[in-house]
């Protein structure tokens, strides 16, 4: 495994578990889908500092670049996720912490595969 592959795990665990963290605080107080968005929000902070430092140190844009394209490629995730979370939550009714954990895992590789080879182009 390389140095980048695993500090994007790393990373992107960190992330998740501040995404469902908050999800899990703020589900009780609005309707899921709002949850997963305001996790969303709170987790890219901490999403995009830990790869620019550390999964994609070495990357070959500045970091407002990285900064725009990774929001862009963030944004794309959420989507993927947003929609996988519905469908899991309110099409099979799976409960909504599951839910929002398959849809997670479902967008971190689209999340991987765009950081890599174009928000932290080398």
């Known amino acids: ?8 795990l790393v990373v992107g665990g960190a992330a998740a578990a501040t995404h469902m963290t908050t999800f899990a605080l703020a589900q009780a107080h609005m309707w899921p889908e709002m949850a997963n968005a305001l996790g969303f929000v709170i987790a890219f902070g901490v999403s995009f500092a830990g790869h620019r430092l550390l999964s994609f ?5 500045s970091v407002s670049t ?5 929001g862009i490629t963030a944004l794309a995730g959420f989507a993927s996720n947003e929609i996988v979370f519905v469908v899991l ?4 009714a799976l409960p909504s912490l599951l839910a929002l954990f398959l849809a997670l895992v ?3 590789g689209q999340t991987f595969v765009l950081s890599r080879f174009w928000a932290f182009r080398r």
């Open 106 to 108: 479902f967008a971190a």
């Open 89 to 92: 939550l309110r099409g099979l």
């Open 1 to 8: 495994m390389s140095a980048s592959t695993f500090w994007f």
């Open 66 to 70: 990285s900064l725009r394209r990774f």
């Open 57 to 61: 140190k070495d990357a070959g844009t």
